[in-house]
């Protein structure tokens, strides 16, 4: 049943993210892309040695940081934001079959059901921003460090370069998972997302969808793209 | 198919706002890095020993090796010369065999950076920086030592007293080899008890004058006396 209301609704694509959300997401890649980049020469030496001009990157790597926090916190403050906030409510909403699934791992009970976002996407999410936090603020320490006692600067450095590995970690999974799940990413870009897709990824929220209607559209130009979505 | 209009499904219900938890509990995890992160970091480092392992770990304990400007000043060993000039009796131009000539010293001991990185027991080897001026004779009238660089722009300074101190050297070796490039060799200032930035990479003269003259991080705000106790310094009262 499921597969045939599927096919029959081939064209039809409904909206994942809209604009504040895809330019939050891609304002907030840029930032994370020229703070990873800058820190590679600032925290290893020879490769620091090669690029020289510590003062310009670091000052590069500073401004970023500073402007971290700017694209979320935008996105969510306006009117503008009321996707933005409603997708904050899911992350934060997790299941009783969610929670298990996370202390378990992954396994062995079966997956849950997925809402919007699955599990790893909520974790993926509350993480990078939690990390934004710990990051901003163990920089702080380190750039303004006269203001703080040596065990805290060092605590600081620690923290930093910790969390820095992590983020290295998780920002490789998020873009493999990006490059090997292309529906996905192309949602990231245009907003919209086959119908198909949410049914096998995320069909409570396309019930969702579907009861509340008006966020199901078949876009204009899509048509002559659609057969190449499978 | 178990779909239901309303949208209220059995598992919408048991739903918890966990997020926000795990939201906290990875600030909280920063938070609580920050103030015993020191510690952590120093166990660490017993475990795994000043090793090469030690410099693999995130916050490990090596050098960040800091280059004011776009590149590190290549300097072979036959082309090194010090000057020192300014308040002295005998004006001097060393070559690197003329300073190694000068009696030889050698301190073991932690470099501390002022952001919070330390990297312990770093063995050094040079001449005293007191033997140096010794050598050139300082007059009466000096009261403090400015350092250049060959990168052309780092500058630094102590105040006589603090030049004197026996642990501050003109080093040609550590790590138990010749100060690299990126080290700031052949020739560098290392000022111990002092935070990091005092001790001037590719150190190219000395100018014994009559006033502290800032350096470059101080005149970024870093504390002209960068005593690593925080104190104005136990080793040397006279000072500040």
């Known amino acids: ?230 | 198919m178990a779909r239901s209009s309303t949208g209220a499904s059995p598992a919408a219900d048991q739903r918890v706002h966990v997020g926000r938890r795990v939201f906290l509990g990875i600030v909280a995890l920063g938070a609580i890095g920050v103030a015993v992160g020191a510690k952590v970091q120093s166990g660490l480092s017993g475990v795994v020993g000043s090793s090469g392992l030690g410099g693999l770990l995130p916050g490990g304990d090596h050098f960040r090796i800091y280059s004011i400007t776009g590149t590190l000043p290549e300097i072979s060993d036959d082309q090194y010369r010090l000057e020192v000039s300014g308040l002295v009796h005998r004006p001097t131009t060393f070559t690197l065999d003329d300073l190694r000539a000068l009696p030889r010293t050698t301190l073991v001991r932690d470099f501390h950076c002022v952001t919070g990185w330390v990297v312990p027991d770093v063995h050094w080897e040079g001449v005293r920086l007191s033997a140096v001026l010794d050598a050139v004779g300082v007059l009466p009238s000096a009261r403090a030592v400015s350092f250049d660089s060959y990168d052309g722009l780092d500058t630094e300074s102590l105040t006589l007293d603090q030049a004197r101190l026996p642990d501050v050297i003109v080093a040609d070796k550590m790590l138990g080899g010749p100060v690299t490039t990126e080290h700031g060799g052949p020739v560098r200032l290392y000022v111990a008890p002092m935070f990091g930035y005092k001790s001037i990479k590719w150190l190219s003269a000395i100018r014994v004058v009559d006033q502290v003259e800032p350096g470059y991080w101080e005149q970024n705000g870093y504390p002209v006396n960068g005593w690593i106790d925080g104190s104005t310094g136990p080793t040397d009262p006279g000072a500040d």
Request: some cysteine.
């Open chain 1, 1 to 230: 049943m499921q597969r045939t209301a599927g096919a029959r609704r081939a064209t039809v694509r409904i909206l994942r993210f809209d604009l504040v959300q895809r330019s939050a997401h891609w304002a907030n890649a840029l930032l994370f892309g020229i703070l990873m980049a800058t820190a590679l020469p600032l925290y290893f030496g020879s490769l620091g040695a090669l690029v020289g001009r510590r003062g310009l990157v670091e000052q590069i790597h500073l401004w970023a940081g500073i402007a971290l926090p700017v694209p979320i916190v935008v996105s969510l403050a306006g009117p503008w934001g009321r996707r933005m906030r409603r997708d904050l409510h899911r992350i934060n909403c997790w299941t009783r079959d969610e929670i298990r699934w996370l202390r378990t791992f992954g396994g062995p009970s079966a997956p849950p059901v997925v809402d919007k976002f699955n599990p790893g996407q909520k974790l993926n999410a509350i993480f990078v921003g939690a990390a934004i936090v710990v990051m901003l603020a163990s920089g702080c320490v380190l750039k303004w460090f006269s203001y703080f006692p040596l065990s805290w600067r060092s605590g600081a450095t620690f923290v930093h370069d910790v969390f820095a590995l992590v983020i290295f970690l998780v920002v490789f999974g998020h873009v493999g998972f990006a490059l090997t799940h292309f529906d996905a990413l192309r949602s990231m870009v245009t907003g919209w997302i086959d119908e198909r897709w949410a049914a096998r990824h995320a069909p409570e929220w396309l019930e969702e969808v579907r009861a509340e209607g008006g966020e199901t559209e078949a876009p204009p130009s899509a048509p002559a793209r659609l057969p190449r979505l499978e």
